[in-house]
């Protein structure tokens, strides 16, 4: 399971360092927050929807990744 602003990200060609430095996080924590280790904090989430300009619940949304193999 995944964030969806993983792909968003990704199409629009940012990496964690840029995501977390135009968010004021480690680049760590976006990863975590991407693959589902972590939840944002009230603070980072706003700053997210802020960074991507995409509702909370979208932006947040889990999308379930089929395994291959």
């Known amino acids: 399971m995944r964030h969806i602003f993983r792909m968003i990200r990704n199409q629009r060609g940012l990496t964690l ?4 430095e135009g968010v004021g996080a480690s680049k760590q924590m976006i990863c ?3 693959h589902g280790r972590r939840s944002p904090s009230r603070d ?7 960074f991507f300009g ?3 619940e979208e932006l947040l ?5 089929k395994k291959v193999g």
């Open 17 to 20: 360092l840029q995501v977390g």
């Open 32 to 34: 975590d927050i991407e």
């Open 44 to 50: 980072l989430e706003k700053r997210l929807v802020k």
């Open 54 to 56: 995409i509702p909370a």
């Open 61 to 65: 949304a889990i999308s379930e990744e």
